[in-house]
């Protein structure tokens, strides 16, 4: 049996091994925002997206589409700062009840209004903790590439 060690094979393994380096994950997000307004617990995945797993195109409720009207985008704190000085500038209040976004994450309760949730506490252990962000599509994509090249490699011997 002939040893398997050609340039293809390593740059496909390299490709997908360099692949599931390049995810943003934004679970930074929320203890930047806990510090920031001193709120009592992190304000809960929901504040922004429609799941709590969070992941590519569930950043839909309200509150998240003003933050990315003022430059937020996921995998850059920076962005998020931003974000959130013009929010506190403008005292902007997503569900008009007269309490600011800002008065809102400083209670622990959620901007978005009555359809959102006051923020629970995170728990960790067996009772809770975080869900893993969804890696990003650009990672199939690295994969399926690999495997192609990979299979056009073995097709030429």
Same mark, same amino acid.
Request: charged share 25%; with cysteine; proline share 5%.
């Given at each position: %049996?002939?040893? &398997?060690?050609?340039? $293809? @094979?390593?740059?496909? &393994? $390299?490709? #997908?091994?360099? @692949?599931?380096?390049?995810?943003? @994950? /934004?679970?930074? !997000?929320?203890?930047? %925002? =806990? @510090?920031? &307004?001193?709120?009592?617990?992190?304000?809960? #995945?929901?504040? #922004?997206?429609? /799941?709590?797993?969070?992941? /590519? *195109?569930?950043? $839909?409720?309200? &509150?998240?589409? !003003?933050?990315?009207?003022?430059?937020?985008?996921?995998?850059?704190? +920076?962005?998020?700062? =931003?974000?959130?000085?013009? %929010?506190?500038?403008? =005292?902007?209040?997503?569900?008009?009840? *007269?309490?600011?976004?800002?008065?809102?994450?400083?209670? *622990?309760? +959620?901007?978005?209004?009555?359809?959102g949730s006051n923020v629970e506490p995170v728990v960790y252990g067996c009772g809770g903790g975080r869900i893993a962000p969804k890696q990003p599509a650009q990672t199939a994509i690295w994969t399926?590439?690999? $495997?192609?090249?990979?299979?056009?490699?073995?097709?030429?011997?």
């Open positions: %049996m002939k040893r &398997f060690t050609s340039p $293809v @094979a390593a740059a496909s &393994f $390299v490709a #997908c091994a360099l @692949a599931g380096a390049s995810a943003s @994950a /934004t679970d930074d !997000y929320p203890p930047a %925002m =806990k @510090a920031r &307004f001193k709120s009592p617990s992190e304000p809960a #995945c929901t504040v #922004c997206h429609s /799941t709590n797993a969070g992941g /590519t *195109g569930t950043a $839909v409720k309200s &509150f998240s589409l !003003y933050l990315r009207q003022r430059g937020l985008v996921g995998g850059n704190p +920076d962005s998020l700062t =931003k974000a959130l000085d013009a %929010m506190v500038g403008e =005292k902007h209040d997503t569900d008009r009840d *007269g309490k600011t976004d800002e008065v809102e994450l400083q209670e *622990g309760t +959620d901007p978005n209004g009555a359809l399926a590439l690999a $495997v192609l090249a990979f299979a056009a490699w073995r097709r030429r011997r």
